[in-house]
Nanobody, 116 residues
């Protein structure tokens, strides 16, 4: 199983970014997918999750209304659209598969840096 996250970068506060995660080695449409992030010297935290069908989504409170998680089951891809970025969104962002309550497989992460 491989997950490859990409699309991070260095942006200014208020800008937008779209993260992508390519998944292979499993039946993608059977898995929920999630994004997590880890800022320097902080623990990894949940950002967003989407169900296997794409019909259900949940977000951490601090990103609600600014971030949107989506997926394309035909392409084995999951996305995180991030608008109105803030310096506190600076972190390494990871995608992960979700089965039940377990996050089994993780990508390598992509760095997002938001400058004020």
């Amino acid at each position: 199983v491989q997950l490859q996250a990409f699309g991070g970068g260095f942006v200014q506060a208020g800008d937008s970014l779209r993260l992508s995660c390519a998944v292979s080695g499993l039946i993608f449409r059977n898995y929920g997918m999630a994004w997590f992030r880890q800022a320097p010297e902080k623990e990894r935290e949940f950002v967003a999750v989407i169900s296997s069908s794409g019909n259900n989504r949940k977000y951490r409170d601090s990103v609600k209304g600014r971030f949107t998680i989506s997926r394309d089951n035909a392409k084995n891809m999951v996305y995180l659209n991030m608008d109105s970025l803030k310096p506190e969104d600076t972190a390494i962002y990871y995608c992960a598969t979700k089965w039940g309550s377990t996050f089994q497989y993780w990508g390598q992460g992509t760095q997002v840096t938001v400058s004020s």
